[in-house]
């Protein structure tokens, strides 16, 4: 073989070579292509908003104390039968009622204001029943007027407190329930198994034909001081749920 083929065969050998190295990376390296596998990245872990504070737990209501006092019938007590006109006050301070409480329920009584039902209790009788009477409106002119204390008592409602002061003792009351009755149910001023305060007043306004009842329980007494303020509201809820009735209101 002379030098001329001898070249040509080197020549194309090295160049066959060459194309198998080619060959050979080009498919290792589509081998090398595969896709990682995917890590999944946890979600940050959310961080837990500020709680807000909270509402303070109502107040309870004191258990019930019957005094011993029968519940089905009006009497009379000692307490009672000494009461002097106009020494025991009621204070509704979301009312802005601050009154003196006069003796009797009589017509000339009640035209000079509220007055204490003759079979009532003493704030101090434990068991008790104060009920207290009053008119609801004036009518001057043929025209219905809200100038008296009981006109706005629709307005109470769960928390709110109602006061007597009575011989040196405060004694608070929160409202419990407001009922519409017919004019001769005294059940309403009976002893309730409970001490506690009751407001009686003509319904609806202007006519007068239905008693519209507000009662409130008693919470609380502490000696009377002239700086209490008499907060208007108590977070106690409300122990009896019945609904305000609505009442006709006649221009």
């Given at each position: 073989m002379n030098k001329r083929k001898l070249l040509g065969l080197l020549c194309f050998l090295v160049a066959a070579a060459a194309l198998a190295a080619a060959i050979l990376l080009y498919g290792q390296s589509r081998q090398a292509a595969v896709l990682p596998t995917p890590r999944l990245t946890p979600s940050p872990t959310?961080?837990?908003?500020?709680s807000a504070t909270p509402s303070p737990e109502p107040t309870p209501w004191p258990s019930a104390d019957d005094g011993g006092f029968p519940q089905d019938k009006v009497f009379i007590t000692e307490a009672r039968e000494a009461y002097v006109s106009?020494?025991?006050?009621?204070?509704?301070?979301?009312?802005?009622?601050?009154?003196?409480?006069?003796?009797?329920?009589?017509?000339?009584?009640?035209?000079?204001g509220e007055g204490l039902y003759d079979y009532a209790q003493?704030?101090?009788?434990?068991?008790?029943?104060?009920?207290?009477?009053?008119?609801?409106?004036?009518?001057?002119?043929?025209?219905?007027?809200?100038d008296v204390p009981f006109y706005y008592l629709h307005l109470l409602g769960p928390g709110d407190t109602l006061y007597l002061v009575y011989e040196d003792v405060i004694y608070q009351y929160v409202w419990d329930k407001t009922s519409i009755v017919e004019p001769d149910d005294w059940s309403v001023i009976y002893c309730q198994g409970f001490s506690c305060l009751t407001l009686t007043t003509c319904t609806p306004i202007g006519v007068a034909d239905h008693r519209y009842v507000v009662r409130a329980r008693q919470v609380d007494s502490f000696p009377y001081t002239k700086d209490y303020d008499y907060p208007d509201y108590l977070n106690i809820g409300t122990a009896d749920p019945s609904p305000i009735p609505t009442e006709e209101v006649t221009p």
């Open positions: 959310p961080t837990a908003e500020p106009g020494t025991m006050r009621l204070i509704v301070p979301k009312l802005e009622i601050d009154i003196p409480i006069l003796d009797g329920t009589s017509e000339s009584t009640l035209l000079q003493m704030p101090q009788e434990v068991g008790g029943n104060v009920s207290i009477a009053g008119h609801r409106n004036w009518i001057r002119n043929g025209q219905i007027t809200d």
